[in-house]
């Protein structure tokens, strides 16, 4: 009998989502557990599957159509349908490939939402993508384009060989544009840019956020990480990374300073006495906060080894709702991108936020004398309705202290 494919429920506040592609046509015929459509959510993409052999009869809801819980996206029937057409192979390897013997059909190849989205957008055929585990992500599709061989050069009449060329002083100036012309794009917002941008505007008319700042002296975190570098990549096989001092610094100070560790509901603080530090990555479709659960039961090693692999989920696509959910504090690192100084925004209900910037070198004051120093500009963006000034500028100098004192931080790690 005909099932319906209906948007699944999909975790903690997330009630919509916006149909990014369908990946069968009305008629496909359809196994059980074959991906049919993608969905875009605020969070993560994913896919709805099918629930029966069949054929995909009926697409209720195209690509770009936004859709709610339990609503139904297509309708799947009895039958054989038609089987998919092949995936385009670029004329030149057609022509180089050796003919060969008739096979069988083969089974749709898993792939992530962002692997389909790289393949398309690099002309990749996913059947020629080599996993490195169960299902295809964006990495992998990044690998087989990085390994594609470079098209050979055109032949040439041998010549005397040229000098090389001088390097431009200035970088060469762009083409103009013709005269007149005043073109305009415009590209709808993915559902998680959108949301995003919601959520900001929400934080910043609901939440009383004022910002403190101070510095950082790197000096004995570097000394140390020199140090230890090798020994802990031998012990654990990752290195020691900075963010990894801020997490545990963090974790102290919200035990010295616990209303940063807190949500208002209503009239009620609730103040929390676990402690799972969000850590904002970057990913293609915008930045996510995947969260670092019992960060005070972790080692430094578990730290880095956590903050990594979201680091790498978060290009390929693979975190999860699970992934993503709550969060009690949330650290952000905008020196990764250069940043010197920013004002980092609440990520609610949290009520607490620590930015941290680019390490550069400085002249300082220190004992009476003007020494260069790797410094770093560190923030707090704090819920005055919940958290005091002066509490939160004696937080942000614990944390100063604890990381320019880094040997503390690493007992019992």
Known sequence: MPANIVVPEM????????????????????TIGEPLVELETDK????VSATQNGVLEKILQPAGADVKIGEVLGVIAEGEGRSAP???????????APAAA???????????????????EQNIDLAAVRPDGPRITKADVDKTRAAAPAPAPAAAAPSAPAAPAARPAVAPAPPRRPAGERTETRERMSKRRATIARRLVEAQQT??????????DMSQVMQLRARQKDAFRNAYGISLGIASFFVRAAVVALREFPRLNAEIQDDVMVLKHYYDIGIAVGAPEGLVVPVLRDVDRMTFAEIEAGIRDFAQRAHDGTLTL?????????????GVYGSLNSTPILNPPQVGILGLHAIKDRPVAVDGQVVVRPMMNIALTYDHRIVDGSEAVRFLVRI??????????????
């Open 86 to 96: 092949p995936a385009a192979v670029p004329e030149a390897a057609a022509a180089a």
């Open 11 to 30: 975790g903690e506040s997330i009630v919509d989502a916006r149909v990014a592609r369908w990946l069968k046509n009305e008629g496909d015929a359809v």
């Open 102 to 120: 008739p096979s069988a059909p083969t089974t749709p190849v898993a792939a992530t939402p962002s692997a389909r989205r790289a393949a398309r």
């Open 44 to 47: 993560v993409d994913i896919e």
């Open 322 to 334: 699970e992934d993503l959910r709550g969060g009690t504090f949330s650290i952000t690192n905008g």
């Open 207 to 216: 939440a009383a956020m004022l910002t403190t700042f101070n510095e950082v």
């Open 400 to 413: 100063k202290e604890l990381v320019e004192d880094p040997g503390a931080l690493l007992i019992g790690s």
